[in-house]
């Protein structure tokens, strides 16, 4: 099974991506998880990226879709994969629809964790505090949700309209959040 999982900053995807990938078996592949260890190992792609990162901004479609396209055909190979955080913008989207057609590793559901805006906030800022992200502080996550509102929200109307979109209501604990993904996903 492969599935996309998108949401605002703060929305749950990373948690909801470890649950799914242990109670399904898919291979969690996070598009944050891997940019963050690309600026750490201070290659050349983390070089390009990292100002980016902490302005709250995309990164170029070329650079992230080179980046989650490998991981996503070796995990569609094998359990299939749950894609955290990406594709953010309905043109990465249409990039990957493609590519992933041509390999044949195409998602079967999206879901789309919807949560309240203070929220959000909430949430980022008590992940700083625990984990200590540099890229958690108010100004990044004002710009990373002006972001996501122009270029990620329209992937829900994207894909509500190719049939694949599962609207989870992620505004509650995270085991009624898992409950529905899995319900929604019909193997609950």
Not at 25 to 38: C, P
Not at 174 to 183: F, G, Q, S, Y
Request: cysteine-free; overall charge negative; proline content about 5%.
């Amino acid at each position: 099974m492969n599935v996309l999982l998108i949401g605002p900053p703060g929305s749950g995807k990373g948690t909801q991506g470890d649950r799914l990938s242990d109670r399904l078996g898919l291979v969690h592949i996070s598009s944050g998880d891997l940019l963050r260890a690309e600026v750490e190992a201070g290659t050349a792609i983390g070089r390009k990226v990292e100002h980016l990162m902490h302005a709250g901004e995309l990164v170029p479609d070329l650079i992230i879709i080179s980046l989650m396209l490998r991981p996503a055909i070796e995990a569609a190979e094998g359990p299939g994969y749950l894609l955290d955080g990406f594709p953010r913008s309905v043109e990465q989207a249409e990039a990957v629809r493609y590519a992933a057609g041509q390999v044949g590793i195409a998602p079967a559901a999206v879901i789309y964790l919807d949560v309240a805006r203070d929220e959000l906030v909430r949430r980022i800022l008590a992940r700083a505090e625990v984990e200590g992200r540099a890229d958690d502080n108010p100004e990044t996550i004002r710009a990373r949700l002006q972001v996501f509102d122009e270029a990620t929200l329209p992937l829900v109307a994207h894909y509500r309209e190719r049939g694949l979109l599962h609207e989870i209501n992620a505004d509650q604990d995270a085991d009624a959040v898992t409950a529905e993904i899995l319900k929604a996903l019909g193997v609950a």
